[in-house]
DNA sequence: TTGTATGCGTTATCAG
DNA sequence: CTGATAACGCATACAA
């Protein structure tokens, strides 16, 4: 009682312990030299005065901050809130922190997080980038002061960086085929205009499935939007409206999927019967929509979680050497009644 | 080219410039006292230097961290995503820091994040609390400390914080009223077991509807579970055992609401026409299940701006004086289908 | 096993 | 308008 007036610092342990500061230093961080008798005491004075120790100096001292930062285009997404609590739950356990931010999917606010994250003097940083991102260099600064970077589903082109990612070509060949294993023989798929690896690969898994089927690849059953939910409605119409009507939909994400779905419906259009669909994330909506919606699982927990340990594993391996890797999670197609038009 | 070496600070700056690192201090923030002309010398030179401020220094010495810290339960929701978004946004632009924890609905761990908190220095604190929280007492350091705390959503009793939220009772009061407008005459109510204000207050405004129409509360309709996904599947179970079947239900939440219209729905039970349904948040999926939910808009996204502008303008305003509020907002019944039993 | 001395990079106080 | 100097609280190299 009575001390929350000024807070109490090392000195002030050594002057009532009638020793010096630099053993209360010592005995608080369980350095071996210091005898267990002495240690014991220093912790139970610290304890009972209220000590806690001052971060700032702490870090002034030792150069680093135990805080890692994260750089997300959206913080609202299904996907993005698994990730960061899986990422959460690592840190804090290891006793980092943790900093967040959104890009909003603009680069340039992307840049203006990355260089706070930079002077805020983090550890480590962790980033899935912005749609319209098509370079990386704002993050070679951190490279420079041998800052690690790890890049997580959003990922650059550059070998510079370690990525942590899912099979996006193989997944979406996965999910094409089985559309086609159905009976589909005019397969539409919408997805993002954008450079970022995601969306490319997972047409190009798309483009294979076709391909080893012996199907032309036909441009105009390419929808590209934004893949909001908004999005899909439109997407709804411009499928109605194709000639003759695709009889299956790839989607490069669930959210967008749904909404199409939702459209067609209410044209009177029966899925899977006369269009089978196949989203991608597993995002809980897959499960609530009629029929439900096959899907690929997307493990965001998990990549969250990897992506923190890894970071913080390189972290306490005082090694200097950056390693670079890339780092393929297993995904599967889960199978739901908008895809099976046979029994 | 070159300074990639070792971090720059002021004396660099001061020598460089033949003035005194007392001088560069002042130059950089701008003080009035430093002529314009030496401050113009000061911040090129920085610049081009690639200068960048060191924060725990001068943390350390202005006793503050311009770091503001986040509790909420989980992360993972979609209200939540939505209220962190805010939250973010907001933070970022008056150039604060976040760092963000997880409860998982546990006071053990809460008042563990709640300490770590308290070491960090964070300059405030924004806190959602679990489930099974039964006191607050863990907030009172910072209390004592000065150190400003608001609680939004799941708000404690005590008199003594600054809390944000919608009037719970009034919106459940309006919803139930909806589905009582709507001819149902026995309607049920699904809801978290729980000492925390929002369920009791929805629970009060179910009362209050139901008293207002001169019916009399039956215990026996009231379900209570986590309110999860699982959770509403099995809720189905019961509500089609009670007998007779209640005619509407009011969840306190849309995510098992709609995962208990969907259990319902494979039972062959009709929705509206057999069980009107009501949610409660506004969550993405109540406009994906047929039919579409009717449910409470629960701006997230607001609530988390609204929280963090409050945090920081008291922050400024360095007033010393700890006024405790309560911020309502509003939120409005949005009506769809599932409860549209009249044309 | 413990103590002394010093520096980490800023900012604030006080003189000039 | 500018400079010298003393903190801020801690951790470590070096001595004892």
Redesign the pocket.
Known sequence: MGNEE?????????REL????????????G?????????KRINDLALSKG????????N????HTHTIGVIVPRLNSYFMSAVISGMENVATKAGFNLIISQSLENVTKEKANAATMFNNRVDGLLVSLAYDADESRHFDIFLQKKIPVIFFDRVPDSEHFTKILIDNRKSAKEATRHLLEQGCKRIAHITAISKRNVYADRMQGYKDALNDAGITFNKDLIVYNNLSYDAGYEAADLIRKLNPMPDGVFVANDNCAVSCMMGLKEAGIRIPQDIAFAGFNNDPVSKVIEPNLTTINYPGYEIGELAMRNLISYLNSDSTTTVTNTITMRSELIIRASSLRKS
Chains 1, 2 share one sequence.
Not at 51 to 58: D, E, K, L, P, T
Not at 60 to 63: G, K, M, S, V
């Open positions: 000024k807070e109490i610092t090392i000195y002030d342990l050594a009638d020793i010096s500061a630099a053993t209360v230093s010592r005995g608080l961080q350095h071996p030299t210091v005898s267990k008798k002495t240690r000590y806690r120790s001052n971060h700032f100096a702490r002034l001292r030792r150069q």
